[in-house]
């Protein structure tokens, strides 16, 4: 099916330790999103790709940075993993025209639970 | 600044209950784009609606409907005769021009439905 891949699903990490999430979208969309969920908070954007080649911080992009990999896949590494950073991290991609008119909607990836202890 | 507010936290109701969740954004660009996410317990984000600033038509689909006011900068949800599965947290988020195309959330709404 069509749609957001991202893995891996859960993972345990310990203080200081590095790691790569993968994203990987299949609709050949040009927008990329990272955001991080947290309880009570919503989501917040981490990082976001509006296009291959390009990348941005978001709300919350400390300890993070992001590979726009292709236009297929966007990574977000964490270098020095911290407790603060325990959190559901969702991938998304969408659509946008050139006279910033939303195509499609956002679609998102199922999730990873990240805890750092 | 661009913000949504989601003032409930939690509702609980018993089944067969209407219940009405509540989204307030603020934004100054004159095109955007709304949205209500579920999120049931497995974690997923179910899509469940996008509506573009110029279309003020409100929007039914089964059990769910959707009251757009600009005049209020109100986007609210509705679930009629509520059922168990509907139990989830509910995200209103906001898309502007502005943005980069990213979407903004509110702090999400925990609904609980009671047999």
């Known amino acids: 099916n069509a749609g957001v891949t991202q893995t891996p699903k859960f993972q345990v990490l310990k203080t200081g330790q590095s790691m790569t999430l993968q994203c990987a979208q299949d609709m050949n969309h040009n927008s990329m999103y990272w955001y991080r969920q947290d309880p009570g908070m919503g989501l917040r954007l981490i990082y976001y790709?509006?296009?291959?080649?390009?990348?941005d911080k978001g709300e919350v992009p400390n300890g993070y940075n992001v590979s726009r990999l292709n236009k297929r896949e966007f990574s977000l590494r964490l270098e020095s993993a911290a407790p603060s950073q325990t959190s559901v991290y969702f991938c998304?991609?969408?659509?946008?025209?050139?006279?910033?008119?939303?195509?499609?909607?956002?679609?998102f990836g199922s999730g990873t639970r990240l805890t750092v202890v | 600044a661009q913000k949504v507010t989601q003032a409930q936290t939690e509702i609980s109701v018993v089944e067969k209950e209407d219940v009405t969740l509540d989204c307030v954004y603020e934004?100054?660009?004159?095109?955007?784009?709304l949205f209500w996410y579920k999120q049931p317990p497995s974690g997923e984000l179910v899509f469940l609606i996008r509506r573009n600033s110029f279309d003020e038509q409100n929007e039914i689909s089964g059990r769910y409907s959707w009251n757009f006011q600009k005049s209020t900068s109100s986007f609210n949800f509705t679930i009629t005769a509520s059922q168990v599965v509907d139990s989830a947290v509910y995200f209103c988020a906001l898309n502007y021009g502005g943005s980069q195309g990213n979407l903004i959330f509110g702090k999400g709404t925990k609904l609980s439905v009671k047999p």
């Open positions: 790709s509006a296009s291959e080649g390009t990348t």
């Open positions: 934004t100054r660009d004159t095109t955007y784009y």
């Open positions: 998304a991609s969408s659509e946008r025209r050139i006279d910033r008119e939303l195509v499609y909607g956002y679609t």
